[in-house]
């Protein structure tokens, strides 16, 4: 397995994630899995809707677009996680 360096801020926020993320799944998670976990959460945004919120002439009616992809985002997060 390959090894990576990272700063100590950079691992200390790793550790919090891990921890967070064990305790909600009742379960040991290592790095390996936690950074899993977030490039996978990353890649379900999608960045079309912020290209499509940035190029619309009604600043409202994006933000209330936004608003609503970030519910749905949380929604599908607190799902994996058992929340």
Do not use: H, W
């Not at 200390?12 to 290592?30: I, T």
């Not at 959460?41 to 009616?61: F, T, W």
């Amino acid at each position: 397995m390959p090894t990576i360096s990272v700063s100590e801020d950079v691992k200390k926020e790793l550790l919090r994630f891990a921890s967070e993320l064990q305790m909600k799944l009742g379960r040991r998670v290592d790095f390996d899995e936690a950074i899993r976990f977030l490039l996978m959460y990353r890649r379900k945004k999608n960045p079309r809707l912020l290209i499509e919120a940035c190029g619309s002439g009604d600043v409202e009616d994006a933000l209330k677009e936004l608003y609503e992809e970030r519910r749905i985002d949380e929604r599908k997060y607190s799902r994996y996680l058992g929340n």
